[in-house]
Structure formats: structure tokens, C-alpha cells
């Protein structure tokens, strides 16, 4: 099959990586890619929001099957295109990508469909956030509807924090159309899981469990970013909760999409506070999650190509999935600054050396090529990923790969997976 890859991030390097295993793979495209797309496919030059760009390369290249990586150009309609050309895609249409894209209509959907998550109001006017924010003592967790990077989101201890957010996001537009609606909903105490599965529209197949470690700061302080780290296994994750999540979250919101007239084709991803009383939904993505699939995909031992395929002919049913049932840990290497402003350009070395640990590899995010050279042209900039007997050994193989790669003003957290040794 000839493939063609949408997106330029740690993700797609990973999703890359692992469709260039594939027996059945033909020839792999990459648009636009990064350093680390380049070894295992083409990169070309369309950006992943230039739907038309895209559209007519998969055309021109009689691409047999496009795989989207973000939500950006899903949000956009890009497989909305490309099936109207008649053309295989992987990922929901626009329609469907709401789930992520608007969390107004997330929490709608979740509601009218019974799946737990946090209590919620939407708002449309900033007076009328603020009054309702001041009315409550409890804090509060206030949300752009709207796609913000993974940045979107304020927990608030105190309403006036929660004010001020919501002033931010609705008065200053610091995300832009974005912010038009929020969502304000309580505080959800517990730990974090990752839950991603391939969708059919009917079949549902989950993958193994994830953890992400979102905000920038170790033990989980200062503010979110797109994901600084992650695991698969989550422990916390058992096989008696995947049962309830699979029960009480995926079948009731696959078979609302349904009745709603937006079936689900893709990975779905539902982000998910364990709470004492159970697992709550925080968010829906409609994609993979990002550093999630670096771990996740490292441990997948089938053939991913082949699943996809399926996921897009309504046949998930026929294929079966395997998994390595060694851990991975992925450490996100990110530049100083991020996640407000970073500098570029900065000289990346010791690839080489991480390269020959067992087991170790590094997912290149933020790179680009200069002068020869691998330089830093993103926040985050690498996943540095490893496999272990045991989470404990998958940690320690991860941050001796970190320790050998270098760059001007790198930043990393330390506590990667120190939640899963606990
Ligand atoms: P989201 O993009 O909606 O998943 O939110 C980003 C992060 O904010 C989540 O991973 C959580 O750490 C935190 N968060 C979101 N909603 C809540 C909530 N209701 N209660 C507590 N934390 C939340
Ligand atoms: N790691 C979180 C996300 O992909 O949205």
C-alpha cells in the first residue's frame, strides 16, 4: 500500500516508525514530517492544514490510504475530503472529530449518553461565567471549547483565579475563536489515565492502558503542556476498571455517535481522572495522543497498518492486536521555556549514542536539519522512549538515553513514571 502520513510531530515519528514495519507497506509519505520521518519514509512539503495541498498529493500519488496524526486538520475535514475523493482515510470526519475540536458538544454528547465526567456549565458570555464562578466556593476547572494545544485548560483553587482565566480566555482571546465558549466544570480529585482505542464505528478494540504527565513541572506543578512524559501500563489501570471504562464510557459514547448521525472511525482517546467513585471523563481526543503513542506504539508487536485498514473498511472485527507485555517510558526532552516562548535553532548531539542502547528510541519531535546538522524547531523537541522488564528498568533505560543527548537550555522532568513505582 502506498500511505500517506499527515502530520510532523513526536506522534507521527512514532506512527512512522511503526508503519514502516509493515510488510504491506509500499511506500510511505510523510507530510510535513520532521528529521525522524525522513528515515523511515518521504518527507513532503505540505503543511497538515493545507487541506488542498494534501488532498491533491494523495491524488497525484494515487495514495492507497491516508493516516491523520492531529486534531487540527481533522477538526478541518480533511478525511471528509479525501473519502469524497474516494480516497481510504484514517480518522473521523469533522462531524465526528467535535468530540475533541468542541467540548461544549463533548460534554452534550457525554451527558445525553449517560458517561460519567464532571458536572458542567457552558458559557457563551463572559458575564455570565464570571457570576457563576463567583457563586461557587468549591474550585473550579474552566476550559476553551476550542482547540488550544492541549493549553486550554485552568484548574482553578479559587474562583478568582477562575475568573481571571475565564476573563482570559473569553475577554482577551488569548486562543482566539477558541475561547468563544468555555466550559466551566468541578474539580476532579485522583489519578490520570490514558485510554485509546481503534473505532470501526461499531467495533471497538482497545490498546493497552497509558499514562501522560501533562503539566511542566515535576509532581505535577506549574502550567499544562502538550504532555511532558508518559508510560503504558498504567498499574492503576486494572483489568476489572478497563472492563467499567470499556462498559460505562466507549460503548455508551461509540453507540451515542451513533445515534447522533457522527460515527466514530479512528483512535479514539478518552483522557480520564480515576476517581474514587470511579472513572470520569476529563476529554475526548480524536486522535492518538501525543507522547502517549511513542510508549504505546513501542509495545505494539502487530502489524499497525493492517489494523488501520481495517478501521477504515469496518472490519476491526477480523484483525487481533498483540502486545509486548514489557512496559515503556517516554521522556519528553523539550527546550527551555516552553510551554510560553523558546528559542529555536539549537544544536542537537548524542543521537548516536542513545541509538545503540537496547531497547531505547528516540522520537524526534521539534527537529529540523541545518547546515547538516540536527537542530531544535519546536517546544517538544524529543521522546526519548524505552522498553523495560519493568517500568522501574524502562525509567532507568530512558534517562540514561536522556543523559547521552544534548542541546542548549534542554529541559526534562526528572519524576517520568514515578507515579506507576509508588
Ligand atoms: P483536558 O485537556 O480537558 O484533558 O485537560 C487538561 C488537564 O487538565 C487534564 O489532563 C487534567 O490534568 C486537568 N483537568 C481537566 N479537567 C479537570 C477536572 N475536571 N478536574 C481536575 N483536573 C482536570
Ligand atoms: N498527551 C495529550 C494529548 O495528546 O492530547
Known sequence: MKVLLVGGGGREHAIAWKLSQSKQLKQLYIAPGNPGTAEVGINVDIADTNLDGLVSFA??????????????????GLVNRLEAEGILAFGPTQEAARLEADKAFAKQIMRANSIPTAEARIFTHFEDAKMYIASRDEPVVVKAAGLAKGKGVFVCDDPADGILAAEKIMVNKIFGD??????????????????????????????ESAQDHKPIGEQDTGPNTGGMGAYSPAPIVTDALMDQ????????????????????????????????????????NARFGDPETQPILMRMKSDLLEVMEAVCRGRLSEVTVEWDPRPAVCVVMASKGYPDAYEKGKVITGLEAAFRLKDVKVFQAGTAKRD??????????????????????AKKRAYEAVSLIHFEGAYYRRDIADKALR
Do not use: C, H, W
Open 59 to 76: 491524488k497525484d500519488k494515487r495514495i492507497d490510504l491516508v493516516v491523520v496524526g492531529p486534531e487540527d486538520p481533522l477538526a478541518a
Open 178 to 207: 477558541a475561547g468563544n465558549t468555555i466550559v466551566v466544570e468541578d474539580k476532579l480529585l485522583g489519578q490520570e489515565a490514558s485510554i485509546l482505542a481503534f473505532v470501526d464505528g461499531r467495533t471497538i478494540y482497545v490498546m
Open 245 to 284: 471504562i470499556i462498559r460505562e464510557i466507549l460503548v455508551p459514547l461509540v453507540d451515542g455517535m451513533n445515534r447522533n448521525e457522527t460515527p466514530y472511525k479512528g483512535v479514539l482517546y478518552a483522557g480520564l481522572m480515576i476517581t474514587p467513585g470511579g472513572p470520569r471523563v476529563l476529554e475526548f
Open 372 to 393: 547538516g546538522q540536527l537542530v531544535t524547531a519546536g517546544g517538544r523537541v524529543l521522546g526519548v522512549t524505552a522498553m523495560g522488564p519493568t517500568i522501574a528498568d
